[in-house]
């Protein structure tokens, strides 16, 4: 995420803050040095924060005097203590895709020891373009006041590229991908859904909420029956996992949440977050933020309807799988000064939460009481730039 991407100023306040005093230049560059076996090796462009990353810290840089394969712009994906993350898993799934033919990062290193660097890490190709909806249009369309003239082109061409590309991901071959897994030392399990429950299940166990306790009940009776095709599953397919450049999309980031399974697990996503949650965007005002959102499902759904058609039922199911997700983070993450900012702005904003208790209620029976989450949230956000 760019600083010129039109998001509200106290998202990317939050986002810069999560960056101070993280220094990677020295450590990385003795690394790679170490791992390419090139003692002469140097930086073309040092590593500048790429703000939008939640789980981790991210990077871009160049290198000088680079072997083949190494010349190109290149991606750190640095692990933080308070979200422990596989590097493996997301290495063999994007190159597991990638080889496939789909537009991820190829991995060129990973390392889960972390060598100079101290944490797991991975090193990837930079694809080109820009995160989210902004990318679309030329670089001086990136403006909220632009991005909200830009709209009619928006919800033309945002849908039609998200649901080609989801697609093009969902046609893929599975095996590749187990393959790459057992290669990588990687439990075929992570790509499993009911690994996912099961640690929802631990999660609402722990965190002891009743509401979100039923509603793991609920998701585990009503499971719908596995397709006789699963297919790969990006997990969080939203617009700013995107990177577009005008008129097309570049490429996809942030593979930590593949699953293989039903084609339905992505859709429900995308469904829960353009219809309950309120995507932070800058100085434009929320109802007509939202309004755009549900123009952009309604037009994403049709044109993915025209290949391939989801079950009404299936597909609330698996509206109701994220919404699980999403009080459980915030019951856990609470008022924890590194708790996830885009996930928290766009969920925990009270219209979000209203949306949210609704949906679940009418789609489940299931009433939270999200008293203790809203309590929960910190009083006062880092002010905007």
């Not at 596989?86 to 060129?108: C, I, K, S, T, Y």
């Not at 919800?155 to 057992?182: F, K, N």
Request: glycine share 8%; hydrophobic share 45%.
């Amino acid at each position: 995420m760019t600083p010129t991407a039109p998001v509200a100023d106290e998202l990317l306040a939050s986002l810069e803050e999560q960056y101070r005093g993280v220094e990677v230049e020295t450590a990385l560059l003795a690394e790679l040095r170490r791992h390419l076996s090139r003692p002469e090796l140097d930086y073309a462009e040092p590593p500048q924060p790429i703000l939008g990353g939640t789980a981790s810290w991210i990077f871009g840089f160049r290198l000088a005097r680079a072997p083949e394969g190494w010349g190109g712009p290149l991606v750190l994906r640095l692990a933080r203590d308070d979200h422990p993350l596989d590097m493996r898993f997301e290495a063999a799934v994007q190159n597991a895709v990638a080889a496939q033919g789909f537009p991820a990062p190829h991995v060129l290193a990973v390392d889960e020891a972390g060598g100079e660097l101290a944490r797991p890490f991975l090193v990837m190709e930079r694809l080109p373009g820009t995160a989210g909806p902004a990318g679309l249009f030329a670089r001086q369309d990136a403006g909220p006041l632009a991005l909200l003239l830009a709209v009619p082109r928006l919800v033309t061409r945002l849908p039609r590229l998200q649901a080609d590309a989801l697609l093009q991901l969902h046609a893929l071959d599975p095996e590749p991908l187990l393959r790459e897994l057992d290669a990588a030392g990687v439990a075929r399990a992570q790509v499993s859904l009911e690994t996912r429950l099961a640690a929802l299940e631990a999660e609402a166990d722990e965190l002891k909420h009743t509401g979100l306790s039923a509603l793991l009940r609920w998701l585990r009776a009503k499971r719908p029956p596995e397709p006789e095709r699963p297919s790969i599953c990006h997990g969080d397919f939203h617009a700013f996992n995107l990177l577009f450049e005008p008129g097309r999309l570049a490429g996809v980031i942030d593979w930590t949440g593949t699953r293989i399974a039903d084609p339905a697990l992505d859709l429900g996503v995308i469904r829960a977050q353009l219809q309950i949650s309120q995507l932070p965007v800058a100085r434009i005002p929320g109802r007509l933020v939202h309004g755009v959102q549900k123009r952009l499902l309604g037009s994403f759904e049709r044109h993915y309807a025209r290949t391939r058609a989801v079950e009404p039922a299936v597909l609330a199911y698996y509206e109701t799988l994220p919404c699980a997700n999403a009080v459980a983070r915030m019951l856990r993450l609470g008022s924890d000064p590194s708790r996830e900012p885009f996930a928290e702005m766009a969920w925990e904003h009270p219209r979000a939460l209203r949306r949210l208790v609704e949906r679940v209620s009418a789609t489940t029976g299931v009433a939270l009481d999200l008293e203790r989450t809203a309590d929960s949230r910190p009083t006062s956000r880092p002010a905007g730039r």
